[in-house]
């Protein structure tokens, strides 16, 4: 079981950044993918991106591409997601998860943070 802690939304302008971090603790292995979605009102969650614990490999959806950067410090057992010149479009509750590399859905999750974005 992995346990994840998310924190770091807030408020922000259109055209700013906010960073977000997902503390990860108990059976993470260098396997692991750890991933960020966001779920806006009324709307699907969907796929933000991820990243590879051990190698730092990154994947992204189209939309946040070149404006969303995946990090990750394994000495601290945590993943960041480094939001640039966020949107209106771009609030959401975003959401950490983990999953190991051979299954096909996340099975553990954080509670989210909110991100709202004004225009």
């Known amino acids: 079981q992995v346990q994840l802690v998310e924190s770091g939304g807030g408020l922000v302008q259109a055209g700013g950044s906010l960073r977000l971090s997902c503390a990860a603790s108990?059976?993470?292995?260098?396997?692991?993918?750890l991933g960020w979605f966001r779920q806006a009102p009324g709307k699907n969650r969907d796929f933000v991106g991820r990243?590879?614990?051990?190698?730092?490999?990154?994947d992204y959806a189209d939309s946040v591409k070149g404006r969303f950067t995946i990090s990750i410090d394994n000495a601290k057992n945590t993943v960041y997601l480094q939001m640039n010149s966020l949107q209106p479009e771009d609030t959401a509750v975003y959401y950490c998860?983990?999953?190991?590399?051979?299954?096909?859905?996340?099975?553990?999750w954080g509670q989210g943070t909110q991100v709202t974005v004004s225009s």
């Open positions: 990243i590879t614990w051990s190698g730092g490999n990154t």
């Open positions: 998860a983990a999953r190991n590399s051979l299954a096909s859905n996340y099975a553990n």
């Open positions: 108990g059976r993470v292995f260098s396997s692991s993918i």
